[in-house]
Every structure is written in structure tokens, then in C-alpha cells.
């Protein structure tokens, strides 16, 4: 049975669905020329676009830091992981060297 939350995410979705739908037809049935239609976008796209230029970079920013931050995380993670192949080798080494000493000894 569905949850509350699965039925929300679906009717969200549909929402959305809906609106970019009607946004289509909208613009392919409008009485103006396509030519006037993408010049409304364009400058529509442009003064959004200026508007929003200094969140735009500080997004920038942040997604950079973000993910020099994670590529410092994962090369920590990779050493941690060499070194405990390292010392699993080491120890199969000494075991190894032990049992050889132990097979000549008997």
C-alpha cells in the first residue's frame, strides 16, 4: 500500500507535468511569430539571468569547494585503504615467515 508521501511526491510530479505542458501549448499556440516568441525568452532568459548572476557564482563557488572537499575525502580514504592492504601484506609476510621457520624447526 502506498504511503501519504509516495501519493505527494506523484501529485507533485503530475503538478509539474501539468504546468510544463500548458507552458508548451501556450507558446506553440500563441498569436506571435516565433521569431517574437524567442526574442521574449531570450530577453526574458536575460534579465533573469542578470538578476540572479551573483547567486549564480556563489553556487559556483560552493558546487568547487564541494567537490575539492570530496576529492580530499576520497584520495583520505584510498591511503587508509593502501595502508591497510599494506599491513595485511606485511602480516601476511611475518605468518608466512613464521610458518616457514616453524616447518624447518620440526
Excluded: H
Excluded at 507535468?17 to 530577453?43: F, W
Amino acid at each position: 500500500m502506498p504511503k501519504d508521501s509516495d501519493n505527494a511526491v506523484v501529485f507533485g510530479v503530475g503538478i509539474i507535468l501539468g504546468v510544463l505542458t500548458g507552458a508548451v501549448i501556450g507558446v506553440l499556440t500563441a498569436p506571435k511569430s516565433g521569431e517574437e516568441v524567442r526574442q521574449k525568452i531570450k530577453d526574458t532568459v536575460d534579465i533573469y539571468s542578470s538578476k540572479k548572476c551573483d547567486e549564480i557564482a556563489k553556487t559556483r563557488i560552493a558546487s568547487v569547494n564541494m567537490i575539492k572537499k570530496m576529492g580530499f575525502t576520497i584520495e583520505k580514504q584510498l591511503n587508509r585503504l593502501n595502508d591497510a592492504v599494506k599491513a595485511g601484506r606485511m602480516a601476511a609476510a611475518k605468518r608466512k615467515e613464521e610458518n616457514n621457520t616453524e616447518y624447518e624447526n620440526f
